[in-house]
């Protein structure tokens, strides 16, 4: 699975990601210092799915409309990296390819979904 991960993911969930297989772009190591609306498109372009820690993106993909893939929030108040990185692949585990199409919020007891505007039902990891 491809991703764009945003640069307010820390460098240790980066790394957790890559180590378990994952294809990982990463924004501090590609262009730090991008507005949010870079980040996204680049996500959509290069069919990357977004994990980042910025609510921020909820209101550039409802309210702005920006297109993207797919958009995860990690969103705990634990700021320990191996607890963040639980979470998140507990929810790579129970979603999988599903993510894509979808903004995902990832807290400490609950996941929640619901489905990005105009987005496909479909993924074709493919590319």
Not at 26 to 42: C, F, K, N, Q
Not at 54 to 64: I, T
Not at 88 to 115: H, N, Q, V
Request: proline share 3%; net charge positive.
């Amino acid at each position: 699975m491809r991703r764009l991960a945003d640069e307010c993911v820390s460098a240790p969930l980066v790394a957790r990601l890559r180590e378990a297989g994952h294809d990982v772009a990463y924004v501090l190591e590609l262009t730090p210092g991008a507005i949010d609306a870079e980040v996204s498109a680049r996500a959509f372009e290069e069919r990357r799915l977004l994990p980042t820690e910025d609510k921020d993106f909820g209101e550039l993909v409802f309210r702005l409309r920006q297109q993207v893939q797919a958009i995860v929030i990690l969103r705990t108040a634990r700021q320990d990296n191996s607890f963040k990185w639980r979470r998140l692949d507990a929810a790579i585990d129970k979603f999988g390819e599903t993510l894509f199409g979808r903004y995902t919020i990832i807290e400490e007891t609950r996941f929640r979904s619901r489905p990005l505007l105009g987005a496909t039902s479909t993924y074709t990891s493919g590319r």
